[in-house]
């Protein structure tokens, strides 16, 4: 994971803020979220003149007094009860969207089957398999927005971005061979696959070079 001297910079102050809180979900999402509006800010006043130091030192000025926040944070470290509901729903929203991306792929794929064996056309066939493509995007997303014992979850943005890149690259392939079908023509396949496919890794690419750790701390 690759990250430059701006995003070293906001996490250090970020989790100098936050120092000796007790860890939770709630805690990692504040964090998350305050390291990108810095991040933004510092981007703004960079745009409007400043270097990079005096933007980094306007920013952090411009988040005001934070105490209230750290004062919450740690009253919720402390509380077991509160992380524990906090916990189980966003367990129940990311279960529910991993048994509808499963039931979507289950679709696309019997619905092709079946297709199949009506003796449809390969491009009728292939069409029916865009359910797969969402379902794979669903399942994405719910997976990286679920708080595991060694994970905590996803920022919910980076999770739908995770999931857009993710299912371009799936899209592609379905692309490639609808196309290739219809027109018989394998260029055509691999000219509509190459666009899709190079604008998801792209954007995967450029997830995976801006990522923060999510791995829980062992007490």
Partial sequence: MMRNNVDKKVQAHVDGLFSG???????????????TNLKEKIADYKKAGMDESAAFKEA??????????????REVGQNKAKQAVYSSMTARI????LITGILLILFGVLTSAMLYFMDMDL???TGTA???????AIITYSGLTRESS????MNRVRAILYAVAIGL????????????FATGEVYIAISSFMIFFLVGI??????????????????
């Fill in 130 to 136: 865009i359910f797969v493509v969402f379902g794979i």
């Fill in 150 to 153: 060694k994970k905590y979850a």
């Fill in 169 to 180: 690259v799936a899209f592609s392939l379905f692309v490639a061979f609808t196309t290739g």
């Fill in 123 to 125: 491009e009728a066939v």
């Fill in 21 to 35: 809180v007790g860890e939770s979900q709630q805690l990692y999402d504040l964090k998350e979220e305050l390291a």
């Fill in 94 to 97: 990311s279960a529910a969207g």
């Fill in 60 to 73: 952090v000025s411009s988040m005001g007094d934070l105490s209230g926040l750290v004062d919450d944070m």
């Fill in 202 to 219: 792209g954007l995967w690419l450029g997830l995976i070079f801006t990522g923060t750790d999510r791995r829980k701390m062992v007490a």
